[in-house]
Each structure stands twice: as C-alpha cells, then as structure tokens.
C-alpha cells in the first residue's frame, strides 16, 4: 500500500496525505483524503472538477469516508493523477470564492431526495405507500400505477440517427478537400469532373452508414444480454417478477446476491449488508437497519442513510424486506443518469490506436501532396489539374476507413459470438479476450456440474454410502430409523439447509436452492424423512449464514417454549474447533483430542478421494433469546462427503487452454485435499509439478510474496471472495492479462477487477452476470474457448485489413510521387485515383475483416496486451509491400510510355496495374506465413469481393461513358499480358519473402 503526501493548503488543519487504499492495472484506483475537512461542497467540487479533465473518465466521492473512485487513462501513473487532486484541493481552500464559483449549477442528484423516506416512520411510509408488510400490493394496484408512473426502467440514451451518421461521414477534413476541388471544378466548367468527385463522396458515405448503423444497432443490443429478476410480496404471496414490472408500493425480499432494482426503505433487516459502490463509491460493504434516521440536518448524505437500499446495487449478506419508495428515473441512479446527459460509445483502445495509425497517415499524406502539387506546377501542369489531383491523392491515400472497420469487425464479431452461445456486454471485452493470458476457474457450476449428491456417510467410526437412493453398509441395506446418530445425522443436514422443497399432487417434488444443500435434502428423502413434519417440529427462528470470517452455516430451532436447538454444518476443522462432546451409544460424552484426530484423518482420507466434506455438529439450550446463543461446545455427529462430477469435455478444454498458451488456476472454497485431487484429475498442470495455496497460507502474506507464488501456484483452496481478489490483482501486478469465472455473489469482486469477468448464464447469479463481460449462456467452459479464438481472430483479422489498407494507400502515394519527381507525367488522374478508393479499399478490407480463425490460432501465445496493432516489423514490411507494388504499376507505366508516350493509353496501363496489382495484393494479406505451405480456410467474401472489384474495373473499359469520365482507352492484348504480369509478380515476390516463423 502506498502513502503519497499531500501538501496541505488549509494552515489551519494539520498535515494531510492522500493514501491509495486500492490500485489495478487498469487504471482504476481508490484513495483517501485524509485530514481534510471533507465536506459535501467539497465533494461536489473534486466530482466536476475531476470528471472534465481529460486524463480521468469517471469520478465518484464519498464525503462520509473521504475516499475517491477514479477511472482514468491506464497510461497514466498514480502518482501523476494524484498530484491532479492535489492541485484541486489546493485552489478549492486557497481560492474559496473562486473555487464556489465552478460548482456544478445543477444539484448533484445523490445528495437529495423528494422525499425524505430515511426520516420517516415505517408504518408512515406503508400508509402512505398504501401497500402492507404482510400482504404487499394487489394485483388491480400494480395494473393501476404501472399506467400512471410506466415501467421501472432508466431513460436510454438515444442512438445516432442514422441521418446522423450518413452525415458525419460529409464532415471529415479529406472529404471537405474534396468538395472544395468539385467546386474549383464547376466554376472551371468542369462539371463533369465534380459529379464524379461528389459521387464517390457519397457511395463513400452510403457504405460508411451501412456498415456503421449496423454495428451500432448490434453494440446497442448489448445492454439486452442481462434482464434480472426480483422476488417480491404480491398478494400474500412471495413471486418472482422481471424487474421492469416493479412499482411503488411493492416489498421486496432481499436476499444475498439479491439486485437491487428500485429505490426501497427497509422494514425488516437481519444482518443486511449491501454493496454500495456503484452509487456511492464505497467498496466496502455496508450494514444496514430498519429503524428511522433521527436528524436535524435536512439533508442526510447517501452513504449515512443506512435504512434504505438504492437501485443498481446488491446484497452480499443477511436478508431482508423492503418497500418500493421510488422507480425508474426517480430513484438516485436514474436521477444521476439524467444529469450525466447523451454520451456517446466511447472508442475501444483498437479504434484509437487505428485512429492514431491514420492520423500518422494524413501528415505523411499531406506532405507528399504538398511535394506533388509544387513539382507539379514546376513542371508546367495546371493550377486546376494539380489542385484536384493533390486532393484526391489524399483522400485516396488516408484510409479514413480505418476506425469504421474496427467497429464494423467488433461488432460483427459480438454477433458470431453471441450465436456461439457467448455474449458479449462490453465492447472492449473483445480485444481482451484475445490476450488472455491466465483464467482463473471458480470448480463449482465452472470445472463442475454444479449437481451435488451425497456419497457418504461417517460417524463415530463408521461409514454409510449412498448408491441407486438406498443406504448401504458395505452390501446390506441400512434403515437410519434404526440407527439414531444416523438419523440425528440426516435431520440436522434438513434443519439447517435454505433449500425450498414444494411438492406436486402426484408426489413429485422440486428443491429450490444451492446444488449442496438440494443434495443434502435428496439425502433425507431417500432415507425416507418427512421433511414437512421435521420443518414443522423444530420452527426455525435464527439462521447464521456462511461470511468470510465463518466458513460454516448455523440455524436455531425452537423445541420447546424456551428450549432451542442449534444445528451447525460447514467446513470439518471450523465445525470440530467449536465441539467438546460427541454422542456415543446416546450418552454425551467428552471429545478428546486423540479423538479430534481420528475425526481430521478420516476427513482428509474423504478429502483425497476428491468428495467435497462437510462436519455435522448441534447444541442445545436454554434461553429467552435465541440471537444470543453462541456457537461454542457443540455436541459433534459426523462426517458427510459429497460429490460434484467433472462437467464433460472440461479435461479437453483445460488442454486446449494449455495449448494457447493461457495458464490456468482453480480457485475453489474446498479443503486442499479435494481441491487437489480434482487438480489433478483435471491435468490443471502440465509443465510443472502440480502446486496448491491454502487460505490459511494466504492470509499473512504480503503482496510482493502473493505475486511470486502466482507463478508457481495452480490450485487455490478454502479461497474467500477477499482472497479472490488479491489473486487476481496479483496476477495483473505480474503484468497479465487476466479471466475471472464465477456465478456467485462472491465472485463479483474479482469479476468487476479482472480484464475479462466471465459469469454463467444460467446458474450464476443476477449480480455476477451484471458486473461480468462476457456470460457463458450455456453454462459450458468450452464455448470459452470459442470466444477467445474469435477474439484472436477478430484482431489478427483487423490487423489484415489495417495492414492490406496501409500498404495498397502507400503505394498510391510513391507511384504519384516518383513519377511526378522524375518527370514522367501523372501517371493517375484525379477521377483514376477517386475509383481507386473506391474500388480497392472498402470491400476487400471489409472482407479480410471477415477471415475465418486461422488453423494454428490456438496454438500461439497469446498476445502481449502493450502490443501495437501495426508494429515497427509491420511497417518495414508494409514499405517493402508498397515498394513492390508501386515499382511494378511503375514498370507497367515506363512499358505504356516507351509504346505510347506520355499519353491516356500509357497511363490507362499503369492505372489497371495498379488497381489489379492492390486486389491480388489482398491475398498476400491474409496470412503473415507463406498461402503456399500454410493453406487457409476458404473465405467466400473475399472471393466475392475480389472478383466484382476486378470485374468492375475491366467492365470500365468497355463501357464508353465511364472510360471517358476516367480519362482510360481500350487495351490490345500486349498491354493485357503486361498488366498481368505487373499484377501477379507483386503477389509473388510478397509470398516469396515471408518468413514461415511468422
């Protein structure tokens, strides 16, 4: 943890320092301002003051704990952004009045509420509200304010019209040149020349808005991917509804992993704690309560009203109900977004490097056409003529379609994928999917089926197995009616399990709850146990649920009117550490530690053979409050193990993992003997001797040591969401690119942190598939495997279509400047290079876009993610490329010019060489390897690209009207074999020199 010191700009408080609790390598980090008197002006002031700098993309402060959340540009240090909020700091108290005067106009939408639910009494509220506790709303209500208030759902921003778009593509610099030359061209008589400038302009712009609209409509789609649910009281009856069908009034049921969808004040809370940082920037979770906030301020801060939960956050313990206050665009989060305004998709790091990449491109450009345009005139061509040729050479020569191919191919991309079962949240995702270098594997619902069944039975020595739904002892069937440890065994696995079990009239029945405790419950009903009878015998009053600091679950139940009994299940050492008795032939007797022992060696022998363990335990007491039992001096029962199998093809997808080059972890909760033992079963290792972290050995260690043993590190085990966070950042501080899986609430904190969070469709939480990027809709690892080849793919496809669009552009360039610099005319006219951007760039780029995964995509490592899309290599050999392409047109030109002079014809020669010499070109571009030892997949839209584009270009000279609007003449068949030959040759001397290690 670093501490950066502050220079303290108030004199009259004591020194202060800025301290980063919390740091990524994705440019994220969290920091505390310390010493300060932080108060909401000043929180209102850092928000605006910081939000519209240009290094910071999102800031959020908390006034109650003085910590700051900010998002700003990855290249930038920590250091540097933290002198950027000392500087704010500095003028806010060295210049008050100032400072006050560059306050956001607007009041900050999270400071306030129309009403001030927090202050009210909860039966006020329900009253108000008319709604109750017990019974919720009706169903005639909810129809009634679903017309009056609308749907709970947040105002979208409104996409680019597609006007809009086709007009944006009219305001770049290179099209308003040209303009400009079709206007010389009119008032010079020239109106032929400017329908033709203008027309290109326009199919130029026409392809630009389909290509475009079309991946806006697909990356708009994307915040479809995710619809959560809530459980709310309707009726009397607890239903679950689509989030969008809430209204004010309704009570919510809040459990963990619970979304919250709307604004709500609580009237029950038990142990609740909610994860505020979406709204609040607080990491930390906070605990919440029922009662009435006494206040004399009239305005409570959010983070200070701890008796409502708001939309967009979620619960990470305990449970609860609350009523609906507010929904939609009145909740604190809608009323955020309204002020937040229309902001546009911002561009991918992909998209700003291609822009960088052609922003390099214009000045090059630009100063080839000042050279052309001044040799030009030197050699006694006309002002008009130049002018019209400079400009169209730059526009020709800038492929300004750059960014819209990266965007057409993403997007292209979010659509095969999400038709692979894989979808896609987050635009970025993408380009990190192909530079995963480490995933780490929640085991449960992820490497596992995620469909528990109990196996096995101990206690007191002895061992039940569970086959074909019987009791067996060794061969002969056991009735655990007669056997009562067995049965007290069974019983207490029903009492304390959360799983919901409601039965249909032709006695079948359907468990509702963890693949663990449905297991439990189908172990019960196998040996026979009414379960109804049980819940009904011993009511159940308290329930203690698993937390990061308790790795068991307890529940209290009422015997008798002040009688209770305790029944504890969880991990084996955590329940044994809390018994001092066990039952032996119905008497209690003392556990001793000799004993203790026989019970651990026979937990790690049931560990090793890779069953999941839990340790059975109860107690009994007396008391008026049952909150107040203690879970100390259990009465020990016994052992269960339990199974849950290999998911099919996992093994497979573990190697193939291997072989692209990505490590792969496995984080699980279990005890390291199971933990290892599926490892194992899994070949999680390859390479190396296969290596495991218990918790217990994370915990004090520091993280410079964590990052060393991330190295050495396969298996992480009895893992808390805490731990889970630490890994994955400490894989990140190594410099990798980093996958997290996970389908629980506990898994959301390493999601939200990794690169690419990975969340499962079906089984996986609401709060999981909301924070991750990518979500498995078929729940299966091995689709993972198809999404990070597309992603490969998708980036070695743009760098082809970057790389074919450079090189063809370039040689346009040199052909214009060394003919005009060695006094051989122009070799290209104006409306020959206009057809040329036309013809050679948009549909063979597009198609190289679409290139199928190459057949050694998964056998590469994967790529660095400081990589640039065109490298220093890339460009030597796009200038080699281009210097082919252009000697050859050259040569083409030199042979016209020796039969013809300088003249149309010889030019018409040098302009189809060039144009087929560019499209054979983009066979070259398909792969870095050699096409001749490295056979690619057929792609049928660069056959079909290729072939229009040439046959349009030799259909030209045929037909009378455009062979006049380009300046062409017809060709003999010696010109023809010529133009071949200066087309092909290019394409084999770009194949002949590739190097097969590519």
Known sequence: ??????????????????????????????????????????????????????????????????NILLYFNPHKKVSEIVVIINQYVQEYYQYPQKSREYLPQKPTASLTSSTSWHLEDIETIISQLKTSKDRGLSSLAVQQKLKEDGINALSEIEPRSGLSIFIDYFKSVPVALLSSAALLSILTGGMADAVVIMGVVTINAILGYVTESHSEKIINSLKNFVNPSAWVVRDGTLIEIDTTEIVQGDVLSLQPGCYIPADARLIEA????LDESALTG???????????????????????????VYRGTFVTGGQGLGVVVSTGNLTEMGKIQALMGETNQPATPMERQLEQAGTQLVWLSSAVCGVVFTVGLLRGYGLLEMVKTSISLAVAAVPEGLPTVATTTLALGILKMRQQKVLIRRLEAIEALGSIQAICLDKTGTLTSNRMSVLKLCWDGREIDLRDGRLWSGNQVINPYGCDELLKLIHLCVLCNDSQISYHSDQTYILDGSS?????????IAAGVDIRELHGKYPRFVTHHRSEARNLMATVHQIQTSTYLIAVKGNPKEVLERCSTKMENSQLIPLTEREKQAITDQNETMARQGLRVLGVAYGQAETSDPHSLTLSHLIWVGLIGMADPIRPGVKETINNFHQAGITTLMITGDQSPTAYAIAQALHLSQEKPLKILDSRELSDVSP???????QEVHVFARISPAHKLQIVQALQQRGLVVAMTGDG????????????GIAMG????????????????????????????????????????????????????????????????QPLNAMQLLWLNLVTDIFPGLALALEAPEPDVLTLPPRSPDEPIIKSSDFQRILVESSTLSASALSAYGYGIWRYGISPHASTVAFMSLVSGQLLHALSCRSPKPLYAHPLPHNPYLTAALGGSLGLQWVSL????????????????????????????????????KSHEN
């Open 704 to 710: 410079e040591v964590l990052r060393s043993l991330c």
């Open 958 to 993: 045929a037909i009378p009207g455009l062979r006049n609007l380009l300046h062409i003449t017809p060709l003999n068949l010696g010109d023809s074999g010529v133009i071949a030959s200066s087309a092909i040759l290019p394409l084999l001397i770009s194949e002949a020199t």
């Open 516 to 524: 663990t405790e449905n297991a439990l419950m189908e172990m019960a």
């Open 762 to 825: 079906h089984t996986g939480t609401d709060v999981a598939r909301e924070v991750a990027d990518v979500v498995l809709e078929d729940d299966d690892l091995e689709t993972m495997i198809v999404a990070v080849s597309q992603g490969r793919t998708i980036y070695n496809n743009i760098r082809k279509s970057v790389h074919f669009l450079l090189s063809t552009n370039l040689s346009e360039i040199m052909v214009m400047l060394l003919a005009n610099v060695g006094g051989f005319g």
């Open 1 to 66: 943890m670093n501490n950066l010191h502050l220079i303290n700009p108030n004199p009259h408080q004591t020194l202060s320092f800025v301290k980063i609790l919390h740091e990524t390598v994705k440019g994220r980090c969290r920091c505390k301002v310390n010493g300060l008197l932080y108060s909401d002006q000043l929180k209102q002031y850092l928000e605006f003051n910081l939000s519209i700098h240009k290094d910071i993309l999102s800031v959020k402060a908390n006034s109650t704990t003085s």
């Open 270 to 273: 038990h142990r609740l704690t």
């Open 282 to 308: 607080e990491s930390l979770p906070i605990e919440k309560h029922q009662e009435r906030i006494i206040s004399n301020q009239t305005t409570v801060p959010l983070g200070e009203r701890n008796n409502m």
């Open 745 to 756: 609430i506990n898994d959301t904190p390493a999601l939200k942190a990794a690169e690419v």
